[in-house]
């Protein structure tokens, strides 16, 4: 079925350290691999996106790599701020042009 | 993703009641989606529309309906058919479709509705 498998669900981090988080998906047709970044009671924001003619991206501290064969993809955030505290979300495409989103990882990085 | 507004940003519904959120968006946008999140969880998709007067049901369809008749606006209705219905909605808007390859999704303030 159509499925994103996000992890971790938490994730704690001293400010400076680097953060990962790993997301799944099901479909090897899928060419589209966004990334949200949620702040509490507000509306997700891209952060990154990545296609799939692309093995990497960067930008800035925020880099996503995508594995085809292996059907993963991974945010690499580096250099962690308190401000980079919040739910981070990805998501893959699917036919139709939708979008099927992870579970979610919320990310705590204490100063 | 300034161009896309959700009204009203809180609602509260009694039992039995239909209710209808509002989302519209200035982006030119072909495509617009609606979103379920429930309080830590993920995004579950709604309905969606890529083209004016047609959608298509998400993974959550069941008690909600919408219409898409003009390109701006795509309103959910919230059914008493559905039966928890408290939750965070977000509209989002892309445009669309190009070559078969999807497009960044922006997503509006959304509305936090709450059932007494």
């Known amino acids: 079925g159509e499925n994103v498998e996000q992890h971790p669900s938490t994730l704690s981090v001293q400010e400076g350290d680097s953060a990962v988080i790993k997301c799944t998906y099901s479909?090897?047709?899928?060419?589209?691999f966004p990334w949200y970044k949620q702040e509490l009671g507000k509306r997700p924001q891209l952060i990154i996106d990545?296609?799939?003619?692309?093995g990497e991206k960067k930008d800035q501290r925020i880099a996503v790599t995508l594995n085809k064969t292996a059907k993963h993809f991974s945010l690499h955030i580096t250099e962690t701020q308190p401000e980079d505290s919040a739910v981070y979300f990805c998501?893959?495409?699917?036919?139709?042009?939708?979008?099927?989103f992870g579970q979610g990882t919320e990310l705590s990085v204490k100063p | 993703d300034g161009g896309i507004t959700q009204s009203p940003k809180y609602l509260f519904r009694k039992e039995g009641q239909n209710v209808t959120l509002s989302c519209e968006q200035n982006?030119?946008?072909?495509?617009m989606y609606w979103y379920r999140q429930d309080p830590g969880q993920g995004l579950r998709l709604i309905y969606y529309?890529?083209?004016?007067?047609?959608?298509q049901k998400g993974d959550i369809a069941e008690g909600y309906s919408v219409s898409r008749e003009k390109k701006e606006s795509f309103p959910l209705t919230v059914t008493s058919a559905q039966k928890n219905p408290t939750a965070f909605y977000l509209c989002?808007?892309?445009?669309?479709?190009?070559?078969?390859?999807?497009?960044?999704?922006?997503f509006g303030p959304g509305t936090r509705l709450t059932v007494l």
């Open positions: 998501a893959a495409s699917y036919p139709g042009g939708k979008l099927i």
């Open positions: 989002a808007s892309s445009r669309g479709l190009a070559g078969g390859v999807a497009d960044t999704q922006y």
């Open positions: 479909d090897s047709a899928s060419n589209y």
């Open positions: 990545i296609r799939s003619n692309v």
């Open positions: 529309s890529q083209i004016v007067n047609d959608f």
């Open positions: 982006l030119n946008h072909d495509a």
